[in-house]
Protein backbone atom coordinates (compact mmCIF):
# COMPACT_ATOMS: atom_id res chain seq x y z
CA UNK A 1 0.00 0.00 0.00
CA UNK A 2 3.00 2.53 0.87
CA UNK A 3 4.41 1.75 -2.52
CA UNK A 4 1.18 2.22 -4.24
CA UNK A 5 0.65 5.68 -2.64
CA UNK A 6 3.94 6.78 -3.17
CA UNK A 7 3.57 6.13 -7.22
CA UNK A 8 0.44 8.20 -6.50
CA UNK A 9 1.71 11.21 -5.70
CA UNK A 10 4.71 10.93 -7.85
CA UNK A 11 2.49 10.28 -10.63
CA UNK A 12 0.42 13.44 -9.45
CA UNK A 13 3.66 15.33 -9.24
CA UNK A 14 4.32 14.56 -12.93
CA UNK A 15 0.96 14.95 -14.02
CA UNK A 16 0.53 18.94 -12.30
CA UNK A 17 3.87 19.22 -13.85
CA UNK A 18 3.20 18.82 -17.49
CA UNK A 19 -0.21 20.91 -16.98
CA UNK A 20 1.73 24.05 -14.96
CA UNK A 21 3.79 23.85 -17.52
CA UNK A 22 1.49 23.71 -20.63
CA UNK A 23 -0.25 26.30 -19.00
CA UNK A 24 2.30 28.91 -18.17
CA UNK A 25 4.21 28.52 -21.28
CA UNK A 26 1.14 28.71 -22.99
CA UNK A 27 0.98 32.74 -21.44
CA UNK A 28 4.64 33.44 -22.84
CA UNK A 29 3.33 31.61 -26.20
CA UNK A 30 0.11 33.81 -26.74
CA UNK A 31 2.10 37.16 -25.65
CA UNK A 32 4.55 35.71 -28.44
CA UNK A 33 1.92 34.86 -30.82
CA UNK A 34 2.37 37.36 -33.53
CA UNK A 35 6.07 36.26 -34.05
CA UNK A 36 4.39 32.77 -35.09
CA UNK A 37 1.95 34.61 -37.29
CA UNK A 38 -1.17 34.31 -35.09
CA UNK A 39 -3.46 37.29 -34.06
CA UNK A 40 -2.62 39.62 -30.97
CA UNK A 41 -4.08 38.43 -27.85
CA UNK A 42 -5.79 40.19 -24.90
CA UNK A 43 -6.19 39.71 -21.23
CA UNK A 44 -10.34 38.86 -21.89
CA UNK A 45 -9.04 35.83 -24.17
CA UNK A 46 -6.32 34.40 -22.21
CA UNK A 47 -8.77 35.12 -19.43
CA UNK A 48 -10.99 32.55 -21.17
CA UNK A 49 -8.70 30.33 -22.27
CA UNK A 50 -7.47 29.90 -19.04
CA UNK A 51 -10.82 29.00 -17.82
CA UNK A 52 -11.73 26.30 -20.56
CA UNK A 53 -8.94 23.76 -19.31
CA UNK A 54 -11.23 23.66 -16.02
CA UNK A 55 -14.38 23.90 -18.08
CA UNK A 56 -13.69 20.38 -19.11
CA UNK A 57 -12.44 19.48 -15.64
CA UNK A 58 -15.57 20.84 -13.73
CA UNK A 59 -17.29 18.79 -16.54
CA UNK A 60 -15.67 15.51 -16.12
CA UNK A 61 -14.37 15.20 -13.14
CA UNK A 62 -17.77 14.04 -11.59
CA UNK A 63 -18.64 10.52 -14.46
CA UNK A 64 -15.37 9.76 -14.46
CA UNK A 65 -14.95 9.59 -10.84
CA UNK A 66 -17.54 7.49 -10.84
CA UNK A 67 -16.48 5.24 -13.85
CA UNK A 68 -13.20 5.10 -11.18
CA UNK A 69 -15.47 3.54 -8.63
CA UNK A 70 -16.71 1.06 -11.00
CA UNK A 71 -13.47 -0.29 -12.61
CA UNK A 72 -11.18 0.23 -9.68
CA UNK A 73 -9.27 3.84 -9.32
CA UNK A 74 -6.06 2.03 -11.03
CA UNK A 75 -6.77 1.69 -14.55
CA UNK A 76 -8.58 5.20 -14.68
CA UNK A 77 -6.04 7.16 -13.70
CA UNK A 78 -3.92 5.91 -16.66
CA UNK A 79 -6.53 7.67 -19.26
CA UNK A 80 -4.85 11.51 -17.81
CA UNK A 81 -1.49 11.64 -19.62
CA UNK A 82 -2.30 10.30 -22.88
CA UNK A 83 -4.99 12.90 -23.60
CA UNK A 84 -2.55 15.27 -21.89
CA UNK A 85 0.36 14.13 -24.26
CA UNK A 86 -2.12 14.55 -27.58
CA UNK A 87 -3.02 17.93 -26.46
CA UNK A 88 0.22 19.69 -25.82
CA UNK A 89 1.30 18.27 -29.55
CA UNK A 90 -1.42 19.67 -30.82
CA UNK A 91 -0.94 23.13 -29.23
CA UNK A 92 2.78 23.18 -30.68
CA UNK A 93 1.36 22.73 -34.18
CA UNK A 94 -0.96 25.57 -34.40
CA UNK A 95 -1.33 29.25 -33.88
CA UNK A 96 -4.88 28.93 -34.46
CA UNK A 97 -6.60 30.40 -31.55
CA UNK A 98 -10.23 28.29 -31.87
CA UNK A 99 -8.16 25.24 -32.19
CA UNK A 100 -5.70 26.01 -28.89
CA UNK A 101 -9.38 26.07 -27.17
CA UNK A 102 -10.09 22.94 -28.38
CA UNK A 103 -6.40 21.63 -27.05
CA UNK A 104 -6.71 23.55 -23.25
CA UNK A 105 -10.35 21.13 -23.46
CA UNK A 106 -8.15 18.11 -23.79
CA UNK A 107 -5.59 18.49 -21.60
CA UNK A 108 -8.20 19.88 -18.93
CA UNK A 109 -9.53 15.91 -19.48
CA UNK A 110 -5.91 14.92 -18.73
CA UNK A 111 -6.86 15.76 -15.19
CA UNK A 112 -10.27 15.20 -14.98
CA UNK A 113 -9.45 11.67 -15.82
CA UNK A 114 -6.66 11.29 -12.75
CA UNK A 115 -7.18 13.15 -10.26
CA UNK A 116 -10.66 11.68 -8.90
CA UNK A 117 -9.52 8.24 -9.36
CA UNK A 118 -5.99 9.41 -7.42
CA UNK A 119 -8.07 10.72 -4.80
CA UNK A 120 -10.23 7.50 -4.44
CA UNK A 121 -7.12 5.49 -3.65
CA UNK A 122 -5.96 7.78 -1.09
CA UNK A 123 -9.19 7.72 0.60
CA UNK A 124 -9.73 4.00 0.43
CA UNK A 125 -5.80 3.57 1.34
CA UNK A 126 -6.17 5.67 4.53
CA UNK A 127 -9.52 4.57 5.42
CA UNK A 128 -9.71 4.83 9.48
CA UNK A 129 -6.15 6.12 10.13
CA UNK A 130 -6.49 9.72 11.05
CA UNK A 131 -2.67 10.07 11.00
CA UNK A 132 -2.17 8.38 7.65
CA UNK A 133 -4.85 10.09 5.75
CA UNK A 134 -3.43 13.18 6.97
CA UNK A 135 0.12 13.04 6.14
CA UNK A 136 -1.14 11.70 2.41
CA UNK A 137 -3.54 14.98 2.31
CA UNK A 138 -1.09 17.16 3.34
CA UNK A 139 1.33 15.45 0.62
CA UNK A 140 -1.04 14.90 -2.37
CA UNK A 141 -1.65 18.79 -1.96
CA UNK A 142 2.50 18.91 -1.52
CA UNK A 143 2.71 16.90 -5.09
CA UNK A 144 -0.34 19.11 -6.88
CA UNK A 145 1.04 22.53 -5.63
CA UNK A 146 4.30 21.43 -5.89
CA UNK A 147 4.03 20.08 -9.68
CA UNK A 148 1.98 22.97 -10.94
CA UNK A 149 5.33 25.45 -9.22
CA UNK A 150 7.80 23.33 -10.81
CA UNK A 151 6.28 24.07 -14.01
CA UNK A 152 5.41 27.17 -13.72
CA UNK A 153 9.37 28.05 -13.21
CA UNK A 154 10.50 25.54 -15.48
CA UNK A 155 8.18 26.92 -18.29
CA UNK A 156 10.28 30.75 -18.42
CA UNK A 157 13.63 29.30 -19.14
CA UNK A 158 12.22 26.37 -21.44
CA UNK A 159 10.05 28.40 -23.61
CA UNK A 160 13.42 31.34 -23.63
CA UNK A 161 15.13 28.04 -24.95
CA UNK A 162 12.75 26.02 -26.84
CA UNK A 163 9.98 28.52 -27.56
CA UNK A 164 6.88 26.50 -29.19
CA UNK A 165 9.11 23.48 -29.23
CA UNK A 166 8.50 23.73 -25.45
CA UNK A 167 4.99 21.90 -25.91
CA UNK A 168 6.82 18.66 -28.27
CA UNK A 169 9.26 17.81 -24.99
CA UNK A 170 6.13 18.17 -22.30
CA UNK A 171 4.55 15.29 -24.50
CA UNK A 172 7.49 13.11 -23.06
CA UNK A 173 6.84 14.31 -19.45
CA UNK A 174 3.49 12.95 -19.95
CA UNK A 175 4.72 9.84 -21.21
CA UNK A 176 6.88 9.76 -17.92
CA UNK A 177 3.37 9.96 -15.95
CA UNK A 178 1.67 7.35 -17.24
CA UNK A 179 4.93 4.71 -16.84
CA UNK A 180 4.61 5.99 -13.38
CA UNK A 181 0.88 4.82 -12.94
CA UNK A 182 0.73 1.68 -14.65
CA UNK A 183 3.75 0.37 -13.45
CA UNK A 184 4.24 1.72 -9.96
CA UNK A 185 0.91 1.95 -8.67
CA UNK A 186 -0.58 -1.34 -7.10
CA UNK A 187 -3.71 -2.52 -6.47
CA UNK A 188 -5.28 -2.01 -3.02
CA UNK A 189 -6.06 -4.69 -0.47
CA UNK A 190 -9.05 -5.80 0.94
CA UNK A 191 -8.47 -4.47 4.50
CA UNK A 192 -7.53 -1.26 2.41
CA UNK A 193 -10.55 -0.33 1.20
CA UNK A 194 -12.60 -0.03 4.29
CA UNK A 195 -14.61 -1.85 6.35
CA UNK A 196 -17.67 -0.28 5.05
CA UNK A 197 -17.30 -0.27 1.21
CA UNK A 198 -19.72 -1.93 -1.16
CA UNK A 199 -18.24 -4.21 -4.07
CA UNK A 200 -17.44 -2.39 -6.85
CA UNK A 201 -20.38 -2.93 -9.67
CA UNK A 202 -19.93 -3.18 -13.45
CA UNK A 203 -19.55 -0.42 -15.73
CA UNK A 204 -23.56 -0.79 -16.49
CA UNK A 205 -23.50 1.07 -12.80
CA UNK A 206 -22.37 3.88 -13.77
CA UNK A 207 -25.97 6.31 -12.33
CA UNK A 208 -25.35 10.37 -12.20
CA UNK A 209 -28.01 10.54 -10.12
CA UNK A 210 -25.65 9.36 -7.31
CA UNK A 211 -23.33 12.09 -8.01
CA UNK A 212 -26.31 14.77 -8.05
CA UNK A 213 -26.63 12.97 -4.35
CA UNK A 214 -23.19 13.51 -3.29
CA UNK A 215 -23.01 16.82 -4.00
CA UNK A 216 -26.39 18.12 -2.66
CA UNK A 217 -25.33 16.92 0.86
CA UNK A 218 -25.17 19.55 3.53
CA UNK A 219 -21.18 19.32 4.31
CA UNK A 220 -20.32 19.10 0.82
CA UNK A 221 -22.22 22.59 0.14
CA UNK A 222 -21.04 24.07 3.57
CA UNK A 223 -17.17 23.69 1.98
CA UNK A 224 -17.55 24.40 -1.48
CA UNK A 225 -17.84 28.13 -1.34
CA UNK A 226 -14.63 28.10 0.52
CA UNK A 227 -12.72 26.38 -1.55
CA UNK A 228 -13.87 27.74 -4.64
CA UNK A 229 -13.10 31.14 -3.65
CA UNK A 230 -9.46 30.07 -2.71
CA UNK A 231 -9.06 28.33 -5.75
CA UNK A 232 -10.06 30.91 -7.39
CA UNK A 233 -7.73 33.04 -5.81
CA UNK A 234 -5.35 30.85 -7.35
CA UNK A 235 -6.41 30.91 -10.72
CA UNK A 236 -6.35 34.81 -10.39
CA UNK A 237 -2.44 34.38 -9.35
CA UNK A 238 -1.67 31.27 -11.96
CA UNK A 239 -2.86 33.13 -15.05
CA UNK A 240 -3.35 36.52 -15.52
CA UNK A 241 -1.19 37.60 -13.49
CA UNK A 242 2.06 36.29 -15.09
CA UNK A 243 0.28 37.18 -18.52
CA UNK A 244 0.06 40.93 -17.62
CA UNK A 245 3.65 40.90 -16.19
CA UNK A 246 4.95 39.11 -19.57
CA UNK A 247 2.73 41.10 -21.68
CA UNK A 248 3.67 44.35 -20.56
CA UNK A 249 7.40 44.02 -20.69
CA UNK A 250 8.97 47.51 -22.12
CA UNK A 251 7.80 51.04 -21.28
CA UNK A 252 5.35 50.46 -18.70
CA UNK A 253 1.33 51.56 -19.20
CA UNK A 254 0.91 51.87 -15.69
CA UNK A 255 4.02 54.21 -14.21
CA UNK A 256 2.77 54.14 -10.87
CA UNK A 257 2.62 50.81 -10.33
CA UNK A 258 6.06 48.94 -9.58
CA UNK A 259 5.46 45.30 -10.93
CA UNK A 260 3.68 45.98 -13.94
CA UNK A 261 6.64 45.89 -16.57
CA UNK A 262 9.51 44.92 -17.84
CA UNK A 263 10.02 41.35 -16.60
CA UNK A 264 10.94 38.52 -18.64
CA UNK A 265 9.79 34.38 -18.98
CA UNK A 266 13.24 33.88 -16.56
CA UNK A 267 12.69 36.14 -14.39
CA UNK A 268 9.35 35.35 -13.29
CA UNK A 269 10.47 31.85 -13.20
CA UNK A 270 13.26 33.22 -10.25
CA UNK A 271 10.66 35.01 -8.47
CA UNK A 272 8.07 32.25 -8.44
CA UNK A 273 10.70 29.90 -7.19
CA UNK A 274 11.26 31.96 -4.18
CA UNK A 275 7.79 32.21 -3.82
CA UNK A 276 6.93 28.45 -3.78
CA UNK A 277 10.04 27.44 -1.43
CA UNK A 278 8.37 29.47 1.17
CA UNK A 279 4.70 28.22 0.12
CA UNK A 280 5.92 24.40 0.36
CA UNK A 281 7.82 25.01 3.91
CA UNK A 282 4.41 26.24 5.10
CA UNK A 283 2.28 23.40 4.05
CA UNK A 284 5.53 20.92 5.49
CA UNK A 285 4.46 23.19 8.66
CA UNK A 286 0.95 22.84 8.47
CA UNK A 287 0.68 19.33 7.49
CA UNK A 288 2.55 18.07 10.94
CA UNK A 289 -0.14 19.94 12.86
CA UNK A 290 -3.11 18.08 11.16
CA UNK A 291 -4.15 15.76 13.76
CA UNK A 292 -3.46 17.94 16.39
CA UNK A 293 -5.28 21.20 14.94
CA UNK A 294 -9.13 21.41 13.81
CA UNK A 295 -9.10 21.52 10.06
CA UNK A 296 -11.32 24.67 10.11
CA UNK A 297 -9.01 26.37 12.26
CA UNK A 298 -6.11 25.79 9.82
CA UNK A 299 -8.03 26.98 6.88
CA UNK A 300 -9.03 30.03 8.79
CA UNK A 301 -5.52 30.96 9.26
CA UNK A 302 -4.76 30.43 5.44
CA UNK A 303 -7.32 32.66 4.74
CA UNK A 304 -6.14 34.99 7.22
CA UNK A 305 -2.51 34.84 5.38
CA UNK A 306 -3.99 35.40 2.49
CA UNK A 307 -5.44 38.80 3.44
CA UNK A 308 -1.68 40.07 4.74
CA UNK A 309 -0.11 38.51 1.34
CA UNK A 310 -2.58 40.68 -0.39
CA UNK A 311 -2.14 43.78 1.57
CA UNK A 312 2.05 43.48 1.06
CA UNK A 313 1.65 43.35 -2.13
CA UNK A 314 -0.17 46.13 -2.83
CA UNK A 315 2.39 48.20 -0.74
CA UNK A 316 5.02 46.82 -2.99
CA UNK A 317 3.24 47.25 -5.98
CA UNK A 318 2.95 51.36 -4.99
CA UNK A 319 6.56 51.58 -3.98
CA UNK A 320 8.39 52.70 -6.64
CA UNK A 321 10.71 55.59 -5.38
CA UNK A 322 10.43 54.40 -1.74
CA UNK A 323 13.73 53.16 0.04
CA UNK A 324 14.94 49.89 -0.98
CA UNK A 325 14.78 48.52 2.65
CA UNK A 326 10.79 49.29 2.71
CA UNK A 327 10.75 47.23 -0.72
CA UNK A 328 12.59 44.28 0.94
CA UNK A 329 9.94 44.94 3.87
CA UNK A 330 7.00 44.79 2.16
CA UNK A 331 8.59 41.73 0.28
CA UNK A 332 9.25 39.92 3.54
CA UNK A 333 5.39 40.22 4.48
CA UNK A 334 3.86 39.28 1.73
CA UNK A 335 6.49 35.91 2.22
CA UNK A 336 4.69 35.44 6.24
CA UNK A 337 1.90 35.96 4.76
CA UNK A 338 1.95 33.13 2.07
CA UNK A 339 3.60 31.02 4.44
CA UNK A 340 0.58 31.35 6.00
CA UNK A 341 -2.05 30.67 3.28
CA UNK A 342 -0.75 27.41 2.27
CA UNK A 343 -2.36 26.00 5.77
CA UNK A 344 -5.79 25.99 3.66
CA UNK A 345 -5.44 23.59 0.78
CA UNK A 346 -4.36 20.90 2.66
CA UNK A 347 -7.06 21.44 5.38
CA UNK A 348 -9.64 21.70 2.93
CA UNK A 349 -8.90 18.39 1.23
CA UNK A 350 -8.63 16.69 4.56
CA UNK A 351 -12.46 17.75 5.42
CA UNK A 352 -13.27 15.98 1.97
CA UNK A 353 -11.64 12.98 2.53
CA UNK A 354 -13.24 13.10 5.72
CA UNK A 355 -17.02 13.29 4.19
CA UNK A 356 -16.04 10.67 2.68
CA UNK A 357 -16.32 8.34 5.49
CA UNK A 358 -20.38 8.93 4.88
CA UNK A 359 -20.26 7.76 1.60
CA UNK A 360 -17.40 4.55 1.28
CA UNK A 361 -18.64 3.10 -1.78
CA UNK A 362 -18.49 6.39 -3.19
CA UNK A 363 -15.27 7.33 -2.51
CA UNK A 364 -13.88 8.33 -6.44
CA UNK A 365 -17.11 9.70 -6.98
CA UNK A 366 -17.17 12.27 -4.00
CA UNK A 367 -13.47 12.77 -4.38
CA UNK A 368 -14.20 13.95 -7.38
CA UNK A 369 -15.68 17.05 -5.72
CA UNK A 370 -12.28 18.42 -5.41
CA UNK A 371 -11.88 18.70 -8.85
CA UNK A 372 -15.50 20.25 -9.57
CA UNK A 373 -14.25 22.70 -6.52
CA UNK A 374 -10.43 23.27 -7.94
CA UNK A 375 -12.22 23.39 -11.26
CA UNK A 376 -15.14 26.21 -10.67
CA UNK A 377 -13.05 28.29 -8.69
CA UNK A 378 -9.86 28.49 -11.40
CA UNK A 379 -12.92 29.15 -13.98
CA UNK A 380 -13.71 32.17 -11.70
CA UNK A 381 -10.64 33.50 -11.42
CA UNK A 382 -9.42 33.19 -14.63
CA UNK A 383 -12.74 34.95 -16.34
CA UNK A 384 -12.10 37.56 -13.45
CA UNK A 385 -8.70 38.30 -13.91
CA UNK A 386 -9.03 39.16 -17.09
CA UNK A 387 -11.64 41.81 -16.64
CA UNK A 388 -9.70 42.90 -13.42
CA UNK A 389 -6.45 42.88 -15.88
CA UNK A 390 -8.25 44.80 -19.37
CA UNK A 391 -9.16 47.47 -15.99
CA UNK A 392 -6.65 48.26 -13.83
CA UNK A 393 -3.90 45.69 -14.42
CA UNK A 394 -2.56 44.37 -10.75
CA UNK A 395 -4.19 47.21 -8.75
CA UNK A 396 -7.74 45.29 -9.39
CA UNK A 397 -6.69 41.93 -9.10
CA UNK A 398 -5.85 42.74 -5.70
CA UNK A 399 -8.73 44.10 -5.38
CA UNK A 400 -10.48 40.71 -7.04
CA UNK A 401 -8.65 38.76 -4.44
CA UNK A 402 -9.68 40.99 -1.32
CA UNK A 403 -13.59 40.10 -2.62
CA UNK A 404 -12.62 36.48 -3.21
CA UNK A 405 -10.95 36.22 0.00
CA UNK A 406 -14.65 37.61 1.97
CA UNK A 407 -16.72 34.82 0.03
CA UNK A 408 -14.32 32.58 1.36
CA UNK A 409 -14.92 33.15 4.94
CA UNK A 410 -18.43 33.23 5.16
CA UNK A 411 -19.59 29.39 5.85
CA UNK A 412 -16.29 29.21 7.78
CA UNK A 413 -18.41 29.37 11.00
CA UNK A 414 -21.17 27.03 10.09
CA UNK A 415 -18.86 24.52 9.01
CA UNK A 416 -16.65 24.23 12.05
CA UNK A 417 -20.11 23.84 13.74
CA UNK A 418 -20.21 20.16 12.21
CA UNK A 419 -17.03 19.46 11.67
CA UNK A 420 -16.84 16.54 14.46
CA UNK A 421 -19.81 14.88 12.22
CA UNK A 422 -17.12 14.87 9.44
CA UNK A 423 -14.13 12.84 11.12
CA UNK A 424 -17.31 10.83 12.49
CA UNK A 425 -18.38 9.97 9.00
CA UNK A 426 -21.57 11.00 9.50
CA UNK A 427 -23.49 12.05 6.59
Known amino acids: MRRGLGAVLA ?33 VLVGVLGAVFFVAELV ?8 SDRLGQRPVMQVGPLSGGLAVVLTGLTTNLPLVGLTRL ?9 VPAMLGYLARATAGDEPARGRAAARFELATLGGLGAGLVAAGPLYATLGRATFFANALVYGACLLILRYGVTELPERARGGADAPIPGPGALDLSRYRRLLSSSHALLLAPTWIAVNAVLGLWSNQTLF ?49 VRRTTLLGMGIGGGVVAVVFAGLLNHSAGEPSFLQVAWVAGGAAGLFVLSAATPAALGLLADLSEAFPADRGALMGLYSVFLSAGQIVGSLVGGVAGQLEGLDAILVATLVLIAVAVLPLRRLRAVEHRLVLGEP
Open 106 to 114: LEGSSTAAS
Open 244 to 292: ELVRRAGPRTEPDQLLMGGFSPTELSIALAGGLVVFFAGMLTWGSLYAR
Open 11 to 43: GEFVLRFSTGLTGTALLYYLADLPRYGGAAVGP
Open 60 to 67: LAPPFGIV
